[in-house]
């Protein structure tokens, strides 16, 4: 098991579907949310991933092909 | 002496012992080193500081390293009186930190020289970075200092000539094939597999800190006063928010006055995730896709882009963002009225302020500070096309003709 943290950008359209609660269910990833702002436009949530590394690259894959924008939480590694 | 007492979360407050560690466990917030301020108050001085080196470690009693520096000659870089810009703009009192005149051409010198103390101090036999540009070359000469092994990592679709400034100091240098985010996604990994100092990871909040050495100088060659406006760019955010951080504490120990300064942060509009939230009021800074010559602030995601865009509204300052063209544009003004050859990023500066003068959100009689990140020779070619000579015969008559001198 390892854990990955990520922040998931939803555009105004995926606001209302449950995509984090799918993700849990479809690829067995413990979902822990540490903070988050949605409102009926656009929304975010911070949170922790546990689970089978396989598990959450497939699930995050399977989120970015919802159209969920996915970030790592500590922002951009590589600098100029 | 150090004075730092521990790593505190900037969103929840929650601490940490001073340990490598960059992120809150509980609510995944960057973390910072905080101090005792009141037994720094009365330990530090105007006199005592002017008694330092003319480095950047001349406030190393400010910073939160116990041991001896990994010193390669960083900082005191020059603040000049930009007269001829400043009358250009419309600037009575206008001043250029010319940053790219540290070691290895560029600010990153500064964190990368505290990281790299820690990391000693750490224990840490190996360093890493993942760059394109300046963090690989500062990191990979402090590591050659240290002594230190050190990886850089570079997504592969990057030219070879920015890697030399990395490669001459013989750090192992890996070309990742892939995108920027398979490179991110890979140092996610190496952090949590390998026992490397992560320069800008997992030593993060000690990098933050070196920052602050540019607001110490800049109030120390104003003859201790802060500025009425600065104006910096943003790529992560974090030397944004610690310039900010740096004028803070200096008024906090009353070395200078409390701070009025207005803080401008500026960007190319290619990849403004911070400037645009600004401009749209938001508290949240969207992620974007990155499309910009100036590439060392190409940052998509940025960690501190929240904290820096409170920086910017608390201290009643703004934000402006250029193209391309008119970042060159501001190369090219920097070079020809104070001659100083700035990187692309310095570009975006220059332009920046043009506009924000033109508007008046900076006034004509304020004292305002540019900061220059890095050198020209970095990216010289993006302006290549002021490359056009006059070719003539080794003869004065060719050499007149050219001129158009009258006989």
Same mark, same amino acid.
């Given at each position: 098991m390892v854990t990955r943290q990520v922040m998931f950008t939803f555009p105004s359209e995926l606001v209302e579907e449950p995509l984090i609660y799918y993700l849990g269910q479809k690829f067995n990833i413990i979902t822990s949310i540490r903070r988050a702002d949605v409102s009926e436009n656009k929304g975010w949530v911070v949170l922790e991933l546990e689970g089978e590394e396989k598990?959450?690259?497939?699930?995050?894959?399977?989120?970015?092909?919802?159209?969920?924008?996915?970030?790592p939480v500590s922002g951009d590694l590589v600098e100029g | 002496m150090s004075y730092a007492t521990a790593l505190r979360c900037r969103k929840c407050g929650h601490e940490y012992p001073l340990k490598p560690l960059n992120v809150c466990n509980f609510c995944l917030s960057p973390l910072e080193v905080i101090y005792d301020y009141k037994?720094?108050?009365?330990? #530090? @001085? /105007?006199?005592k500081l002017a008694e330092g080196p003319f480095t950047m470690w001349r406030y190393k009693d400010m910073l939160p390293v116990e041991s001896d520096a990994v010193d390669i000659g960083t900082g005191f870089t020059s603040l000049v009186k930009a007269d001829n810009l400043g009358r250009e703009l419309g600037l009575d009192h206008l001043y250029i930190k010319n940053d790219g005149l540290n070691p290895t051409f560029s600010f990153k010198d500064r964190v990368v020289s505290v990281a790299m103390t820690k990391a000693r101090e750490f224990g840490f036999d190996t360093v890493a970075c993942a760059s394109t540009g300046n963090l690989a070359a500062s990191v990979a000469a402090h590591a050659a200092k240290a002594k230190l092994k050190a990886y850089v990592f570079?997504?592969? @679709?990057?030219?070879t000539g920015k890697l030399i400034g990395a490669a001459i100091y013989n750090p192992v240098l890996i070309t990742v094939d892939g995108n920027y985010d398979d490179v991110n996604r890979l140092c996610r990994q190496l952090v949590e597999k390998y026992n490397w100092g992560f320069i800008n990871i997992n030593l993060r909040p000690y990098y933050a800190e070196g920052s602050k050495t540019l607001s110490y100088e800049v109030a120390e060659q104003l003859g201790w006063r802060a500025p009425d406006c600065v104006i910096a760019p943003a790529a992560s955010g974090l030397l944004f928010t610690r310039i900010w951080k740096g004028l803070d504490e200096l008024a906090m120990m009353r070395l200078i006055e409390p701070v009025n300064t207005h803080?401008?942060?500026? /960007?190319?509009?290619?990849?403004?995730p911070i400037v645009s939230a600004f401009q749209a009021g938001s508290l949240h800074v969207n992620p974007v896709e990155p499309s910009t010559i100036a590439q060392s602030i190409a940052i998509g995601n940025p960690a501190d882009g929240y904290y820096a865009l409170r920086v910017a509204r608390q201290s009643g300052g703004g934000a402006s963002a250029v193209t391309d063209e008119e970042a #060159?544009?501001?190369?090219?003004?920097?070079?020809q009225t104070e001659g100083i050859f700035t990187e692309a990023v310095g570009g975006v500066v220059i332009g920046a302020l043009k506009k924000l003068v033109a508007s008046k959100v900076i006034k004509k009689n304020e004292v305002t500070v540019a900061f220059i990140t890095g050198a020209g020779p970095k990216t010289q070619d993006i302006v290549a096309d002021t490359v056009q000579p006059f070719n003539i015969r080794p003869t004065l008559e060719s050499l007149e003709e050219v001129l158009n001198v009258p006989a």
């Open positions: 598990d959450i690259e497939r699930g995050l894959v399977w989120m970015a092909g919802k159209g969920v924008r996915v970030d | 037994s720094m108050t009365k330990a #530090i @001085s /105007q006199e570079v997504p592969a @679709s990057v030219e803080m401008f942060v500026c /960007q190319a509009t290619g990849c403004s #060159i544009a501001g190369m090219k003004l920097l070079s």
